[in-house]
């Protein structure tokens, strides 16, 4: 199972990207799926959530500006970042719970990071 993250780069404050993570491989399901960041000389933190039947849930941080999504037809989920600020300047990462047969266990796996740099 593969993970690829993209849409990353540089934005002004204020701004918008969009991030969006696709999972590939053998995969038989997939239930929650996440994206986390992490800053320069901080720990990575818990940023959006979805469950398979998509409820969704977010960092204070981020709360009102961001939108978690996914589709699940490919595999992918998505991170809708608007009025963004410096402080999210971040690498971003996103982890997915995934069951590659009917009778193996959830397994998470992680994506490479997407960097997001929020700068005028």
């Known amino acids: 199972v593969q993970l690829q993250a993209s849409g990353g780069g540089l934005v002004q404050p204020g701004g918008s990207l969009r991030l969006s993570c696709a999972a590939s491989?053998?995969?038989?399901?997939?239930?929650?799926m996440h994206w986390y960041r992490q800053a320069p000389g901080k720990q990575r933190e818990l940023v959006a959530s979805?469950?398979?039947?998509?409820?969704?849930s977010y960092s204070d941080s981020v709360k009102g500006r961001f939108t978690i999504s996914r589709r699940n037809a490919n595999n992918t989920v998505y991170l809708q970042m608007n009025s963004l600020k410096p402080e999210d300047t971040a690498a971003y990462f996103c982890?997915?719970?995934?069951?590659?047969?009917?009778?193996?266990?959830?397994?998470?796996?992680w994506g490479q990071g997407t960097l997001v740099t929020v700068s005028s």
């Open positions: 491989g053998s995969i038989f399901s997939i239930a929650d």
């Open positions: 979805i469950t398979l039947v998509g409820t969704t």
């Open positions: 982890n997915a719970n995934v069951r590659i047969t009917s009778r193996t266990i959830p397994t998470y796996y």
